[in-house]
């Protein structure tokens, strides 16, 4: 196979790749929702932590999560 075919089979349209950074920034956005459910809806913590803390940091993981959303899908725009 010489330089120009590889070239030429590296730029399909049918060959899908995966952006690492697009993955990573899918996985946070729901660990970050996660937590916010986890948090406020649940009672896992509410041997660990106060209902005032566990409300206070539940709604900046939705806060947070809601931030990481919108820049996620603002910068990549679906490209893939």
């Known amino acids: 196979m010489n330089a120009e075919d590889k070239n030429n089979s590296e730029n399909t349209p049918n060959k ?4 690492i950074g697009y993955l990573f920034g899918t996985i946070m956005v729901v ?12 009672s896992i913590f509410s041997e660990t932590f106060s209902p005032a803390l ?6 900046v993981f939705m806060v947070y999560g809601i931030f990481r959303a919108y820049r996620f899908v603002k910068n990549s725009s679906y490209k893939r």
């Open 16 to 19: 899908k790749t995966i952006n």
């Open 31 to 42: 660990v970050y929702f996660g937590m916010a459910y986890l948090l406020l809806f649940t």
């Open 54 to 59: 566990r409300y206070a940091f539940g709604a």
